[in-house]
T-cell receptor
């Protein structure tokens, strides 16, 4: 099946710095990718939908100036957490539509990035 | 009331037990139902999926959907220690790029 590669798997950064997370679709093109955030013992919350060649669509309550999303190619989307603060510490997961699977079942997830801001 | 309710557990069972995991939901528009398995510090992987009401079986796993009760279940037979993970239910109202709504996940621990 389709594979989504996400890097880094974990990162520790100082408060006030920026962190970039990469999400790549391997062996398939993803015109749309999704970014989720997951706090401990909480469900995955959709942050934004990343569209290749256009602006991302952010969910209500997600600061677009803080969470910059760039989807410059059909296989790569990046999420940059700008001026990170401890409350941004979370597990970030990307997802892409698997072209081999139809309907709402066809989402493949990356392995996630554990961000810790100190 | 949250859209999707799921008991976070943990649910501890001995190896070989039958496991029942459940979710309830409030949005009657949901038609697509999925179960994902998530190992610690990893992304979710699709385990089972069903459309509308009914049952679906795949090996040791059975997914059930009862739309009249807004209740979905995942059964695991002959549970193995390798099944220890968090199981998330997810659902959506439409096909294509419809947004998935996830439950919080139930942590399952299968002891040898």
């Amino acid at each position: 099946g389709a594979v989504v590669s996400q890097h880094p798997s974990w990162v520790i950064c100082k408060s006030g710095t920026s962190v970039k997370i990469e999400c790549r679709s391997l062996d398939f093109q993803a015109t749309t990718m999704f970014w989720y955030r997951q706090f401990p013992k909480q469900s995955l919350m959709l942050m934004a939908t990343s569209n290749e060649g256009s602006k991302a669509t952010y969910e209500q309550g997600v600061e677009k100036d803080k969470f910059l999303i760039n989807h410059a190619s059909l296989t790569l989307s990046t999420l940059t957490v700008t001026s990170a603060h401890p409350e941004d510490s979370s597990f970030y997961i990307c997802s892409a539509r698997d072209p081999g699977r139809g309907g709402s079942y066809g989402y493949t997830f990356g392995s996630g990035t554990r961000l810790t801001v100190v | 009331q949250k859209e999707v309710e799921q008991d976070p557990g943990p649910l501890s069972v001995p190896e070989g037990a039958i496991v029942s995991l459940n979710c309830t939901y409030s949005n009657s528009a949901f038609q697509y139902f999925m179960w994902y398995r998530q190992y610690s510090r990893k992304g979710p992987e699709l385990l089972m999926y069903t459309y509308s009401s009914g049952n679906k079986e795949d090996g040791r796993f059975t997914a059930q959907v009862d739309k009249s009760s807004k209740y979905i279940s995942l059964f695991i037979r002959d549970s193995q220690p390798s099944d220890s993970a968090t199981y998330l239910c997810a659902m959506s109202a439409g096909s294509g790029y419809s947004t998935l709504t996830f439950g919080k996940g139930t942590m399952l621990l299968v002891s040898p």
